[in-house]
Structure formats: structure tokens, C-alpha cells
């Protein structure tokens, strides 16, 4: 069997009283499970996820840093979906 496959990132936003108030947790859930729907009525099959550390580079923010030498990581969760090739 041959397969198409798509990845797809999920950028979870919260904020400060939804961890505050325990929330937080089933908010990025909820928003896990659009993407995994969205991609479904797209007939692609959730296949796996990874963290992806991405190292951003001081001047990749348009000088919006404090610090154009300074870098930061941030993670990713990324999600890659398939489906099959008929």
C-alpha cells in the first residue's frame, strides 16, 4: 500500500487563569482534538505526533528581541497524518 502523508502543527493557546483554575489542560485537548477532526474530514488518518525543539535565532523577530544575538528554543507538537493512495 502507498500512502500521502501531511504534517501539521498545533499551536495551543491559553492563558494565565485557565492554568490557574485547572483548565488548561482540557482546553489544549479540545484543541488537539479540531486538528485531528479537521484532518479526518480530509479522509487522512492520525498516524503519530512529535515534539519538535526549534532553535529561533535573535534576528528571525524582526529585531523585536532585546538581544539580536540572543536565541531561544521553543517546542513544537507535530502531528502527521495519512492516508492511502488508491
Known sequence: MAFEYKVDSVRAEINDRSVQDGTAGGKVAAQIEIKLKEWASKGFEYYR???????????CLFGLMPDPKSNFHITILVFFFRREIK
Open 49 to 59: 505526533s512529535d515534539v519538535v525543539e526549534v532553535e529561533v535565532k535573535g534576528t
